[in-house]
């Protein structure tokens, strides 16, 4: 049984669009196809220092904040030396070589 509305809807389909349709596909033939991520092709957005590694964890806020004090008493360090010269005395206390 067919329906005239119906009929008319499937003819008018695809008129009215600004990007032509392909018949085979019914995909907009301007649409980029992107391929997925590929692991060998994906570029990091930041380059890792030679010979380093990223050790991070979850700390209070005053961490933060003692860092940024002891940076503005003019200490002459940055965090990541302040951190390494706390691990540092963490090794030294276990018989552990330090990192220099």
Known sequence: ??????????????????TPMTQETDIPMNREI????NQETHIPKTKKPAGKIQIGFYADPVVRS????LQARGVGKDKTDLILSALNDLFRQYGLPVVE
């Open 1 to 18: 049984m067919a329906n005239p509305k119906l009929d008319a809807l499937r003819q008018n389909l695809g008129k009215n669009r600004a």
């Open 34 to 37: 992107h391929e997925p991520r």
């Open 66 to 69: 003692n860092l940024l004090m």
